[in-house]
T-cell receptor
Framework: GENVEQHPSTLSVQEGDSAVIKCTYS??????FPWYKQELGKGPQLIID?????GEKKDQRIAVTLNKTAKHFSLHITETQPEDSAVYFC?????????????FGKGTSLLVTP | DAGVIQSPRHEVTEMGQEVTLRCKPI?????LFWYRQTMMRGLELLIY????????DSGMPEDRFSAKMPNASFSTLKIQPSEPRDSAVYFC??????????????FGEGSWLTVV
């Protein structure tokens, strides 16, 4: 099945710096790659996603890049702020004949220090 | 939109007791997922349903776990008997029909289970 690897597991940056989180996946059939942010005590929330027919997508300070050949995708957060501190998860779609689901990476705990 | 609603939010139970977690998906969504989150294993997919039918339950850890979806607006995840290693946060999530490219999966706030 799909295996999603995520690095680093923890990341500490100073406010205003950029943060980059990288993921790799194993199933070449995966075609949907969302990123989720999870704050303490809450469920994961989608922050950005990318589909396999696109190489890059940007939404304000957040961008995601996808390299299908190499089977890796990355999350880039620019001008980080303390409120960006959270756990971030990447995911890749897994499909069967009857439906689809998401497999998640192990998460990256991001700390933005003022 | 009320979002995915889970209950209970927190539960502490004794080993051997039956635990039932409940979920109401977002109205109109065709998919319902149960995930388990632990520090060691991250977010694991346990089972998912499409139009109330279980599609893939290969993530269910063992026979002590069972899930049902009797209608489009309700699902349960049951653990019987519970064990301390079942302690985790259990998330329910839902999504609308996949159009071939994957659709956003929306998570509930989770049910925090502690088995002592």
């Amino acid at each position: 099945g799909e295996n999603v690897e995520q690095h680093p597991s923890t990341l500490s940056v100073q406010e205003g710096d950029s943060a980059v989180i990288k993921c790799t996946y194993s199933d070449s059939a995966s075609n949907y790659f969302p990123w989720y942010k999870q704050e303490l005590g809450k469920g994961p929330q989608l922050i950005i996603d990318i589909r396999s027919n696109v190489g890059e997508k940007k939404d304000q300070r957040i961008a995601v890049t996808l390299n299908k050949t190499a089977k890796h995708f990355s999350l880039h957060i620019t001008e980080t702020q303390p409120e960006d501190s959270a756990v971030y998860f990447c995911a890749a779609s897994i499909r069967s004949n009857s439906g689809y689901a998401l497999n998640f990476g192990k998460g990256t705990s991001l700390l933005v220090t003022p | 939109d009320a979002g995915v609603i889970q209950s209970p939010r927190h539960e502490v139970t004794e080993m051997g007791q039956e635990v039932t977690l409940r979920c109401k998906p977002i109205s109109g969504h065709d998919y319902l997922f149960w995930y388990r989150q632990t520090m060691m294993r991250g977010l694991e997919l346990l089972i998912y349903f499409n139009n109330n039918v279980p599609i893939d339950d290969s993530g269910m850890p063992e026979d002590r776990f069972s899930a049902k979806m009797p209608n489009a607006s309700f699902s349960t995840l049951k653990i019987q008997p519970s064990e301390p290693r079942d302690s985790a946060v259990y998330f329910c999530a839902s999504s609308s029909q996949d159009r071939g490219g994957g659709n956003t999966i929306y998570f509930g706030e989770g049910s925090w289970l502690t088995v002592v």
